[in-house]
């Protein structure tokens, strides 16, 4: 396992080149008596891209020196996002060179610090802000301003993942259309965890939402728990099949925004909905279905069509900016104001958790990897 073991922290910025060389493991026991080391380390890793249920496998990595800014943070909490599948499977845009660790977002608690690390201390909770790949394993050594230290009074799923979903539904809401109190959003994907967070968002801004999902079995029970976060409006998608759509909203205005996860029919319901000059932006696409829209819609109703990708966020330049809406997103959590559903996996269960994120077991909650658990090493 050595070789491989040290390219792949190498690659996530883990491992130094050379620190485990045989000249390197010399000068390492010489200075051993004051080096501070990082415990030992398993991580869900990839060689070569393809389905993440065949060509992930956990292992054992080895400790690494800390240097001057480093920090090491013992993971307490990462997800399976939709992005971390794609990555793995070479379909993402954004993806690092192999082999690598997978995950992307998480939270974890400062173990131990470099000499000159000065504004983290050990205990503290922290993220990596902007996210980066290599968050499946158990430890993380990183510098110092990898890391944006969050406040502990939240749940770790929560904190865990804050930095993808909800900071997508943020930016949904706030960088398309000017949305004053009273107006309304459609939006399919309600069920989504980055639907549940536009449904409570809008809600806390006086923004009436209209809510698709699919028609399934129990879709009353979710309707209904949509509308206790906040919905105004939930359909299925047979019940917006009819010509007069919009007679089906009553007193809501007509959505002056858009937001398309899905794609295919599901989209063509979204652009339905708005109203003359609306504006769609898609950020996902679900159903594997393309982006349709009719010369007439076009046309005589002037839509906007747009798209959005949560990559343009991490610039460094936008760095503080970024962090400032992690901050006010757990504080919402922290006040009760942001909920979502997710299952917590102990890392043993790693790969039952990655079937259900594949949707093999079923349509399931956000799977979060739970690294607290006794029997993870």
């Given at each position: 396992?050595?070789?491989?073991?040290?390219?792949?922290?190498?690659?996530?910025?883990?491992?130094?080149?050379?620190?485990?060389?045989?000249?390197?493991?010399?000068?390492?026991?010489?200075?051993?008596?004051?080096?501070?080391?990082?415990?030992?380390?398993?991580?869900?890793?990839?060689?070569?891209?393809?389905?993440?249920?065949?060509?992930?496998?956990?292992?054992?990595?080895?400790?690494?020196?800390?240097?001057?800014?480093?920090?090491?943070?013992?993971?307490?909490?990462?997800?399976?996002?939709?992005?971390?599948?794609?990555?793995?499977?070479?379909?993402?845009?954004?993806?690092?060179?192999?082999?690598?660790?997978?995950?992307?977002?998480?939270?974890?608690?400062?173990?131990?610090?470099?000499?000159?690390?000065?504004?983290?201390?050990?205990?503290?909770?922290?993220?990596?802000?902007?996210?980066?790949?290599?968050?499946?394993?158990?430890?993380?050594?990183?510098?110092?301003?990898?890391?944006?230290?969050?406040?502990?009074?939240?749940?770790?799923?929560?904190?865990?993942?804050?930095?993808?979903?909800?900071?997508?539904?943020?930016?949904?809401?706030?960088?398309?259309?000017?949305?004053?109190?009273?107006?309304?959003?459609?939006?399919?994907?309600?069920?989504?965890?980055?639907?549940?967070?536009?449904?409570?968002?809008?809600?806390?801004?006086?923004?009436?939402?209209?809510?698709?999902?699919?028609?399934?079995?129990?879709?009353?029970?979710?309707?209904?728990?949509?509308?206790?976060?906040?919905?105004?409006?939930?359909?299925?998608?047979?019940?917006?099949?009819?010509?007069?759509?919009?007679?089906?909203?009553?007193?809501?205005?007509?959505?002056?925004?858009?937001?398309?996860?899905?794609?295919?029919?599901?989209?063509?319901?979204?652009?339905?909905?708005?109203?003359?000059?609306?504006?769609?932006?898609?950020?996902?696409?679900?159903?594997?279905?393309?982006?349709?829209?009719?010369?007439?819609?076009?046309?005589?109703?002037?839509?906007?069509?747009?798209?959005?990708?949560?990559?343009?966020?991490?610039?460094?330049?936008?760095?503080?900016?970024?962090?400032?809406?992690?901050?006010?997103?757990?504080?919402?959590?922290?006040?009760?104001?942001?909920?979502?559903e997710t299952d917590l996996v102990?890392?043993?269960?790693?790969?039952a958790a990655l079937d259900r994120?594949?949707?093999?077991?079923?349509?399931?909650?956000?799977?979060?990897?739970?690294?607290?658990?006794?029997?993870?090493?």
């Open positions: 396992m050595g070789s491989f073991g040290v390219v792949l922290r190498s690659l996530c910025a883990v491992a130094r080149p050379g620190a485990f060389s045989r000249r390197g493991n010399r000068a390492l026991a010489a200075r051993s008596f004051s080096a501070v080391l990082s415990p030992p380390s398993k991580a869900v890793v990839y060689e070569h891209h393809g389905p993440p249920d065949q060509v992930t496998r956990m292992i054992d990595l080895p400790p690494v020196e800390l240097k001057g800014n480093d920090v090491c943070v013992k993971m307490l909490a990462a997800p399976i996002n939709p992005s971390d599948i794609n990555r793995i499977e070479g379909v993402y845009p954004v993806r690092p060179p192999l082999p690598a660790v997978g995950g992307s977002e998480g939270v974890g608690q400062v173990q131990a610090l470099g000499p000159s690390v000065g504004n983290l201390s050990v205990g503290d909770w922290v993220i990596p802000a902007p996210p980066y790949i290599g968050t499946w394993q158990t430890y993380v050594v990183k510098e110092e301003n990898a890391w944006h230290r969050v406040i502990k009074d939240v749940p770790i799923e929560y904190a865990a993942t804050i930095a993808i979903n909800p900071v997508t539904a943020l930016r949904l809401l706030e960088d398309f259309v000017q949305l004053n109190p009273g107006d309304a959003i459609v939006q399919n994907g309600a069920t989504s965890m980055v639907g549940q967070c536009i449904i409570q968002l809008a809600h806390l801004n006086k923004i009436h939402s209209i809510n698709i999902i699919r028609d399934r079995t129990g879709s009353e029970e979710v309707k209904e728990k949509l509308r206790r976060l906040g919905a105004d409006e939930v359909f299925t998608e047979s019940q917006l099949d009819v010509k007069n759509v919009k007679g089906l909203l009553g007193d809501l205005p007509e959505p002056v925004l858009g937001l398309n996860c899905v794609g295919g029919t599901s989209s063509l319901l979204v652009l339905k909905l708005l109203r003359q000059a609306g504006t769609m932006v898609t950020y996902g696409g679900m159903a594997k279905k393309p982006v349709t829209v009719s010369t007439s819609q076009l046309i005589f109703k002037d839509l906007s069509l747009r798209g959005f990708w949560l990559q343009k966020w991490m610039a460094p330049e936008k760095a503080e900016d970024f962090r400032a809406m992690l901050d006010h997103l757990l504080r919402l959590v922290r006040d009760g104001q942001l909920q979502y102990p890392f043993h269960d790693f790969s994120a594949l949707g093999k077991l079923g349509s399931h909650p956000k799977q979060v990897i739970d690294f607290t658990s006794t029997s993870t090493v």
